[in-house]
Structures are given as C-alpha cells and as structure tokens.
C-alpha cells in the first residue's frame, strides 16, 4: 500500500469541526496531494458527536481508510471516544485546558495547547480550532505561509480586522508547535498537481449544468440537499430554472411537465421523497417524456437514521411505478463519476424517451475527494433523440404521430407548440396519436402493440450501454464485487489482498439496468471464491443478480 496520512477532527455539532476540515483538504489538494474525505454527524442541530476524517497521498486514495495519524479532538467526549484508537507514531493536539487525555497507547503523542495563554484570554470558542490547526500543521512539516493563504480566503468577507486575527493565533500555535512537540516521522508529501474538492452534490449539480439542465426542482431532503444549494446559487450563471417545491409528488410532476416543454428537467431526493414520486414516474414512461431523478440513498426504513450511508432502496428503484416499462438506473462509483454520470443519463433518457434514476448514496454525495479539474468536461456531447424542434423537421400536419410504432420503439418527439405537430400527451393507454383506448371497448391489438413497442427500447438501451470491465488479473482466487459507492473500499481491500498473498480482482457495477447478466455471470465463473461487498443487509444486489441470472456461488 502506497503511504497515506490521516487526520480526525471530533466534537460537538456547533463546535465548527467542518471548517478547519475544509481548510486541511484545501491545502492539502493545493500540495498535489489525492484527499479523500467523510464527515460522520448526527441528526440534531447543535449537540451530539461530529467526527470528520481526511486522508490525503501522493496517490489517489479512493476511501478515509480506518487509520488515524492525527486525531484534534474538539471536547473530553471526542478524546474518551477515539484515544484508544490511537497507534504508535500517532499524535493527538487538543486544548491542554479544557481537555483531559486518559489512557493510550505507547508511542503516542500528546500535544497539549495552552489555548487561553496562545489566545490571550480570548472567549472565542473556535480559537481553539484555529491553534490546533496551525500546530498540526507545522508537525506534518506544512509552510505557514500555505495555512495565512487559506485563512485569507477563508475569512475575507469578513474583513481584513477578522483576517488579521487569526492568522495571528494561527502563527502562536504554529510557533508553538514548533517549540514543543514533535514532527511527525514523514513530513507530509507534495507534488507538482493541483486539485480541487468536490463533494458528490456539488459535482452532481454541475454534471446536471454540463449536461444542459435547464430546469432543476426539488423538495429540501437530506441528503440530496446539497444539489439543490448548489442549483440555487448558480442557477442565474448557469442559466437554470430552479424551484424549491411544497413535497416530492409536485417535484417529478413540475420535473416532467418542464421535459415535456422541451427543457432537460432534473430532480433529487432520497428514498421517503423517491416513494412519493413513483406514480409520476409511469407517468413519465406513458407519456414517453424523459426525465432524470438523483436518489441519494440514505438509512432507512421510514426516516431511519437520515445522516448516515446505506445501499438499501436498490429493490425500491427497480420496482418504482406500476406496470411494466423500460428504464434506466446507474449508480456513480466515485465523486469524479457522479459528475461524469449525469449527462451520460441525460443523452440516453432522452434518446429512449424514458426515465433514468440515478443511484447516489449519502457516502458519495456528502464526502469530498480530490479531482483534477482537467477531468471535468462542461461541453459533453449533447443528444436529445429524435426530437422535432421546428415545422420543417417532421412530418408535417397531417402525418405526425407523437407515438409512431417502431422497429426501435422510439417515436419521433415533437416539441408542443411547433407548427403541424399537434398531439395529445396521454397518461392512459393510447393509440398512435395519443387517442385513449381506455374510453372506447379496448381493443388488445392495439394494447399490445404499443406494449411492445415500449419495450423494444430495452434492446437499444442495452446497446448504448457498456458492461462491466473486470479490474486486475483475469482469474483470481477472490472477485470481489460491488455496485455504486463501494468501489474505493473494494479497491483498497483488492490491493491488501494481493499484497498479502491472496490474489484479488475486482468488478463493480455501475448499470443496474440494464445489468448486462451475461457479461457479469461469464466474468465470475472464472473466479474461485466470488464475494458481493453492498452496504444494506438483505444482501439487495446479491438478490437481485441472482434473480436475473440464476447465479449463485459460494464464496
């Protein structure tokens, strides 16, 4: 394993425990270095236990890993919780004043700060984050000059008075440090890269810009709120409608009813508000109207525990809406991808005239990592499908048929209000020209026949679609599989495997429909062990490939 560094900060919400993660991963990024970052809080507003961990490297670090180098423990809570954690060559800077350390392990180092004597008496609770900054900064061999630069930043709306502050305190607890403890072994790496942070919601909201979303609403549900923050701080640059909505059933129909106007419509939610959406998603799929929705999938059942990660509505997307209908769901393996992902589902929704559902998780969507800003595309290739834009581009007054069976089952899309295209968008089973069937005895030819036709795009979905690639060596003693946010963990238990004899590789899925079962089922049959890594606990994705390709292996 290449050699990483990690930093904990514990303590109460309100205590500011974010920001001084923020700065950390900023100069860290700013070094060149990979960051991978996760914030485990609670629901409460004010109180509880916060604890952010950051892990940066030369190389790409792909999860926060289960080591601590540096723990800042914020109050006596955060140091009782995680000193017993702590390994040799690690350290812990917390206020000598307000902070009591009890037992630890040989070899670790405490930092007491004399916070009230560095601040001058100060009563600002956050000086204490400022000092503890600073001093963990000079122990990792990290110039002042990098931290004076962020807290510039950082603090400049607030004026140069605020800015002058506390870089003063920052340079008594860097001075300090330097005069009293210990540097760490390996002082802390650079290279000639400079990267930005990205949580997974920042970047899903500008994949949805790049993508050409032109109209974005949502209901405020954590933790798919980011999206929304995001779309509404940016919407007037971007050039994009964005509404706060009363509840998710006004949010797919307001999303669908602005596709059906012609504009790329997206939404987000978690699972309770992805419920309340399912009727408007066979609505989407009657009308034929594309429409992408981000899930962010947090613990359930019912409002479960809304600020922690889980993988478990995969069953509740792939049965969303009643009746049969074609539709499309992926779920971004890393923050770079949750960027990448939503024009891709944006170009095949629209060209299968379906909707597309994207499986995010509150893991992605809440961490942060490093991503080289040349990674991020903001003119992908844009395809609509066979959308009919003006007169002259159809078939005129009298031919036009919105749903024209087909050999692909698409039909040509015309957008309301070009001249000779007149149709009827209809939520009841229709004829070709959207004339209900419904109202008259209902002739089954005519069901069946535009039954079909829908689901002739399952073929061309799975067309447009790659299977999955198996990372590392084509046979192995273990495949370890995983969809979605799973692949960095996997990843690095696939590298501490092989280095310890036991040869791994790795297949993650990204397309859950189309799944591609064939593909997957000849890929694991040239393993000897196969283990399914998911994070709920019915084992959902298990069942599921089983259900679709009868494989089942002991592993």
Known sequence: MHRTFALAIGGAAGQGVATPGDIFAKIFARRGLHVNAYNAYQSIIRGGHTFLTIRAGIEEVTCFGDRIDLLIPLNQDSIDRHLGLMKSGSAVVYNGDAIKPGARSEGVQLCPLPVNELSKGSRSKVEQNTLAMAASLNMMGVSFQSLEEVLTEQFKRKGDKVVAEN??????????????????????PMSEMKYAVLSGNIALAMGGAAAGVKFYCAYPMSPSTGVLHWMAAHAREAGIMVRQVEDEIGVINMAIGAAHAGARAMCATSGGGFALMTEGLGMSEMMETPVVVIDVQRAGPSTGVPTKTEQGDLWQMLGAGFGDFPRLIAAPTDILDCFRLVPEMHNLADRFQCPGIILGDLLLSEGRSSVDPKQLHFEPEIDRGEMIVSADAGNGA??????KITESGVSPRAIPGVP??????????????????????TNPVKRRAMMEKRQRKVTGIEGA??????????????????????????????????????????LQIRWLVPLHGEAIVKILKSSKHTIIVENNYSGQFARYLRSETSYVRSG
């Open 167 to 188: 870089v003063a305190i920052a340079r008594a607890g860097y001075q300090y440090a330097a005069a009293n403890f210990r540097p760490f072994a390996y002082p802390l």
């Open 398 to 403: 009298n031919g036009y048929k919105r749903y």
């Open 420 to 441: 000779g295209h007149m149709h009827t968008a209809a939520t009841d089973e229709h004829d070709e020209d959207g004339v209900l069937i419904s109202d008259e005895f």
């Open 465 to 506: 679609v790659q299977p999955p690639v198996l990372l590392g060596a084509p046979k192995a003693d273990v495949t370890l599989v995983g969809w979605g946010s799973t692949k960095g963990v996997i990843r690095e238990a696939v590298e501490i495997l092989n280095e310890e004899g036991i040869s791994a590789n790795h």
